[in-house]
């Protein structure tokens, strides 16, 4: 101690910054969720009719603002290699994106701000089958079995998707003006509906261009036997919508806490437990009959009172997984720990932040209102491999330009790392990124695109926008 006495005076230490706010304007520590129109322009519904599926489809609209269009620089860039055609870029094409299981059309919120916002261009977004706000017809004793809303096998998903696109094109937002192509935008399972209509010729316009998101058939092949035991690793009910988006983010599940705000609650759907006992009352009186509760936004037969208390216990064994002062760790906060995303403060989750803290999703009276998932995926299981097999050679064989977004370069099979080499698409990595590469990294994916439309002369630049080169 004598010995520091003696060293000379060191200058105060400036000042600590305040605390970092979004884009909103808010601390990034709250929890609290944030509406569609936050990044949206327009939320409608498509009501689709097939012999197969009848219901209503709903999708966001968001578009290049019209004075930044009219001031749009011209792109003035080579035509890309390949031959592809590309149509003028006086006709911007429609972006279609497509989310992926048990996300919602909100996924692509953050991301779709960012693109209107480089490019001319209008971005579409809607809820797949059994997801966000979507809702298929219920059924009838005279359907014959025809409108099945436990169908998930790719070629009903495709159809659905290719169904919404004929309704928008006879759309008073698209009549007047319509698209001159799609880019077919998919991140997950979306990206395997994605490559399927855009292979399959289903699509009701031509396909300009094929992104597919953090999905290749090899690995994504590979992950599917453990995908069931992290469905189970999830809570299973939330107290709040406040309390489930903490979770997203300090679970790593989503690593941007705006577009967790925005998005998580499209996984979620409101139960009231006394509406339910009122209905099982009812129930009760009536012919015992397979209940489907389609338009309450459930896609399953819902569980007895025992399902419930098998939930209970689900959580309660959730609850003594691995854990640290402050943080537990499961399901994706494990499947992501490359990314290195550091844990919240632990200010942020205490008692006088007066918000829930993360573990708390777990403490839910069963007599209360909660928030439980939106869908049942372990429900879909019979149909995972039907949605990646044979992905990569219907990607490949696309005759348009294509790009891979990956999190990272393990995720590439054979079959694509030869592709690759062949120069048949451009690959791209987002490092530090979980599985929602979109909504860790909006900005980063907004750019991406936003190049990789530009130099295929897909689209026209706005004024303040350079794009950057293709590369990794």
């Known amino acids: 101690m004598k010995a520091l006495r003696g060293l000379p005076n060191r200058a105060p230490l400036p000042p600590k910054a305040p605390s970092a706010t979004s884009q909103h304007g808010v601390n990034p520590q709250c929890f609290d969720p944030l509406p569609w129109d936050t990044y949206f322009d327009k939320r409608d519904f498509a009501r689709v009719e097939r012999t197969d599926c009848s219901g209503s489809f709903c999708y966001y609209i968001k578009e290049t603002r019209p004075e930044d269009a009219a001031n749009a620089a011209h792109n003035d860039m080579p035509a890309s290699p390949g031959g592809i055609s590309a149509p003028s870029v006086q006709s911007p094409p429609l972006v279609f994106l497509l989310h992926g299981g048990g996300f919602s059309g909100l996924s692509w919120a953050a991301m779709s701000a960012s693109l209107v916002g480089k490019v001319v261009c209008r971005c579409v977004s809607f809820d797949i089958r059994g997801h966000g706000d979507s809702v298929l017809d219920e059924k009838t004793p005279e359907d014959d079995g025809r409108h099945n809303d436990m169908d998930f096998s790719l070629d009903a998903l495709t159809n659905d998707a290719a169904s919404v696109l004929n309704c928008l094109l006879e759309s008073s937002d698209f009549s007047a003006h319509p698209p001159s192509g799609v880019v077919l935008i998919g991140h997950s399972m979306g990206g395997a509906i994605a490559t399927h209509l855009a292979y399959s010729g289903l699509c009701p316009l031509p396909v300009c261009a094929l992104v597919v998101i953090d999905v290749v058939e090899g690995s994504a092949m590979e992950a599917l036997s453990s995908m069931r035991g992290y469905l189970a690793s999830r809570p299973s009910r939330f107290p709040s919508l406040q309390a489930a988006i903490q979770w997203c983010y300090r679970s790593g599940t989503v690593h941007n806490l705006d577009s967790a705000r925005v998005s998580f609650p499209g996984h979620l759907k409101l139960v009231n437990p006394s509406e339910r006992q009122q209905q099982k009352q009812k129930d009760q009186e009536e012919p015992k009959q397979p209940r489907h509760s389609v338009a309450s936004s459930a896609i399953t037969e819902e569980p007895e009172e025992e399902d419930e208390e098998q939930a209970d216990s689900a959580d309660s064994m959730q609850s003594k997984q691995l854990s640290l002062p402050g943080l537990s760790l499961r399901g994706p906060a494990l499947l992501n720990s490359r990314s290195n995303k550091p844990p919240l403060p632990m200010a942020a989750a205490t008692a006088a932040d007066n918000r829930p803290s993360y573990r708390s999703a777990q403490q839910v009276d069963p007599t209360q209102p909660y928030y439980t998932w ?9 149909h995972w491999s039907g949605w990646f097999h044979g992905m990569s050679r219907k990607f490949l064989e696309v005759p348009a330009a294509k790009m891979l977004l990956l999190a990272g370069v393990d995720r590439l099979d ?35 695109l936003a190049s990789f439309l530009v130099r295929h002369k897909l689209a026209r630049a706005l004024a303040d926008f350079h794009p950057a080169p293709p590369g990794c």
């Open 374 to 382: 939106r869908i049942d995926l372990s429900s879909t299981e019979s």
């Open 414 to 448: 054979r079959e694509l790392t030869v592709g690759q080499m062949q120069g048949k698409f451009q690959m791209q990595l987002l490092h530090r990124s979980g599985h929602a590469v979109h909504e860790d990294h909006p900005e980063h994916v907004a750019e991406v």
